[in-house]
């Protein structure tokens, strides 16, 4: 079975910190997304990477930035939180396809 | 125009009935299909792809509509575990061949 896992379920921060979200998956996928969801929003795609040190803006990239130094990790930075980002965040791996997805981390910015 | 469109539910339903989902899809190029289920404050979880030439897994049906892009679900002798959001996925190459757009889901009540 895949298996991602995000670093935290439920993460308290406050506005203007540097916040950063960690994924990590067990099955050597080559692309991995970050997204967030909100309630009738859907989940919107945030960034994504194909490769190692590779990533692309999606739908929703601004005060965003993302990290992919090794394979199995992908990192997602909130540069400097605001109240507006605060959602759950859902990780999600996939060689090409399906994707799987981490637990979610449920980030509340106050 | 939403790129994947749904009916947002809730769909209430007894025990044991058959209820279906529909989705309707913008670009006429995706390739891949996919439903996909969440619980409550739970991760999106494959529930299963949609094949061209429909497809069944236990209860559940999907069938594909390329003509009129849409995507169906049929849920059989549905039960209490069934209750819970329902994500209707599509990708295509103009959106990026590996990214996916998600519906916003419909919901389904099951009760006893």
């Known amino acids: 079975d895949v298996k991602v896992t995000q670093s935290s379920r439920y993460l308290v921060k406050r506005t203007g910190e540097k916040v950063f979200l960690e994924c990590v998956q067990d099955?050597?996928?080559?692309?991995m997304f970050w997204y967030r969801q909100d309630p009738g929003l859907g989940l919107r795609l945030i960034y994504f990477s194909y490769d190692v040190k590779m990533k692309e803006k999606g739908d929703i990239p601004e005060g965003y930035s993302v990290s992919r130094e090794k394979k199995e990790r992908f990192s997602l930075i909130l540069e400097s939180a605001s109240t507006n980002q605060t959602s759950m965040y859902l990780c999600?791996?996939?060689?090409?396809?399906?994707?799987?997805f981490g637990d979610g981390t449920r980030l509340s910015i106050l | 125009r939403k790129e994947v469109e749904q009916d947002p539910g809730p769909f209430n339903v007894p025990e044991g009935a058959t209820v279906a989902f529909n989705c309707t899809y913008s670009n006429s190029a995706s390739q891949s299909f996919f439903w996909y289920r969440q619980d409550c404050r739970k991760e999106p979880k494959l529930l299963m792809s949609?094949?061209?030439s429909g497809n069944e897994d236990g209860r559940f049906t999907a069938q594909l509509n390329r003509a009129s892009q849409y995507i169906s679900l049929l849920i059989r002798d549905s039960k209490l575990s069934d209750s819970a959001t329902y994500l209707c996925?599509?990708?295509?190459?103009?959106?990026?061949?590996?990214?996916?757009?998600f519906g916003t889901g419909t919901r389904l009540l099951v009760s006893p």
């Open positions: 949609v094949y061209s």
């Open positions: 996925v599509v990708n295509g190459r103009d959106t990026g061949f590996q990214k996916l757009v």
């Open positions: 099955m050597d996928h080559e692309n």
């Open positions: 999600a791996s996939s060689f090409p396809q399906p994707q799987h």
